[in-house]
Nanobody, 121 residues
Framework: VQLQASGGGLVQAGGSLRLSCAVSGLTTRTNVMAWFRQAPGKEREFVASITWRNGNKYYADSVKGRFTISRVAAESSVYLQMSGLRPEDTAVYFC???????????????WGQGTLVTVSS
């Protein structure tokens, strides 16, 4: 399985960005897609996840109402639309995939390389 994340950049507070994650080599071990983020000096934290099969979505409380995760099965791609960005959203964002739902990095088996999101105040 290979994942390629893109779409990060510099944005002002209140702005929007759309992250993309292209997946190749889908298997039964890639039922769930997720976005995590890791700020400098902090642990990797859950942002959102979605199931390929029925599109069930889950969000961290800190991003509910501001971020939207989606998937396009025909493109084997997952997206994270981020709005109302805040300086505390600054982090490297990683897409990951695994066989079951979870909100810890250990639940996911494969990861993309990460894309940096910087939100200026």
């Amino acid at each position: 399985v290979q994942l390629q994340a893109s779409g990060g950049g510099l944005v002002q507070a209140g702005g929007s960005l759309r992250l993309s994650c292209a997946v190749s080599g889908l298997t039964t071990r890639t039922n769930v897609m997720a976005w995590f983020r890791q700020a400098p000096g902090k642990e990797r934290e859950f942002v959102a996840s979605i199931t390929w099969r029925n599109g069930n979505k889950y969000y961290a409380d800190s991003v509910k109402g501001r971020f939207t995760i989606s998937r396009v099965a025909a493109e084997s791609s997952v997206y994270l639309q981020m709005s109302g960005l805040r300086p505390e959203d600054t982090a490297v964002y990683f897409c990951g995939t695994g066989p079951v739902l979870g909100s810890t990095p250990e639940a996911f088996e494969s990861w993309g390389q990460g894309t940096l999101v910087t939100v200026s105040s």
